[in-house]
Nanobody
């Protein structure tokens, strides 16, 4: 069983930075691709960033525009991090950590991702 627990959300002002973390535990998660998605009220869940299990391939949603960085580190558990800079009010959403099965491919839509965290809220004021 894979468990994902996000933290780090909060209320910030436009232009500020914020770092989200996701602690992933469970069999095989260290060999699984992981991603961040976000969902604003009334909108579909949106791809933010993903990283392969090795950590050598990363990709971002078009709206990121070099403002965010995804990374991962594995010790006893796997910690997925999303560093967000130059935040804008449009970045306001619940941010979710996701994982697939070991060695699966990265998907840019939410449905293939099998495991999800509970989400952490990011609110950016103008």
């Amino acid at each position: 069983q894979v468990r994902l627990v996000e933290s780090g959300g909060g209320l910030v002002q436009a232009g500020d930075s914020l770092t989200l973390s996701c602690i992933a535990s469970g069999v095989g998660v260290s060999r699984a691709p992981m991603a961040w998605f976000r969902q604003a009220p009334g909108r579909e869940r949106e791809f933010v960033a993903a990283i392969d299990w090795v950590g050598s391939y990363r990709d971002y949603g078009d709206f990121v525009k070099d403002r965010f960085t995804i990374s991962r580190e594995t010790d006893r558990n796997t910690v997925l991090t999303l560093e967000m800079n130059s935040l804008e009010p449009e970045d306001t959403a619940a941010y979710f950590c996701a994982a697939r099965s070991p060695q699966a491919s990265i998907s840019y839509t939410s449905s293939p991702w099998e495991y999800w965290g509970q989400g952490t809220q990011v609110t950016v004021s103008a």
